[in-house]
């Protein structure tokens, strides 16, 4: 399921804490982002057509819920990124990030962290 920028926005308000009104959406987008209250809407009406919210009836209103997993959205668009541009390669990447930013001792840390415990597990 592909989730434009600002849809993601959106759907960052729902994972927080859901289920929320399209007021209370609005609220929390509008002014930070520059957003006009139909923009909002659309964004909603655009996430319940891909299948990634669902809208509860609650008196003359909606709620909304997300249905898809900020887990499985987020492992998507990695693997989407990772296969565009480093053919499915992690090692470009890494090494992508520290030509471009100077990696932390900390950052260091952690990914020698992550390769002992892959190394562990194999």
Known sequence: MRIS??????????????PRTAEEVIAELA?????????????LNRLLNKGAIKAERDG?????????????????E???????????QVAPLVAQF?????????D???LRKLIEDLDDEH
């Open 60 to 76: 003359r209103r909606y709620r909304y819920l997300p249905i898809l997993r900020r887990e499985d959205w987020v492992r998507s």
């Open 98 to 106: 520290s030509q471009q930013r100077k990696l932390s001792a900390s």
């Open 108 to 110: 260091i840390a952690e």
């Open 31 to 43: 002014e930070p982002n520059g957003w006009a209250e139909a923009t909002i809407k659309t964004l």
């Open 78 to 88: 990695s693997e989407g990124l990772l296969d565009r541009l480093f053919g499915g």
């Open 5 to 18: 920028d600002a849809e993601s926005r959106v759907m960052d308000v729902l994972w927080q804490s859901s």
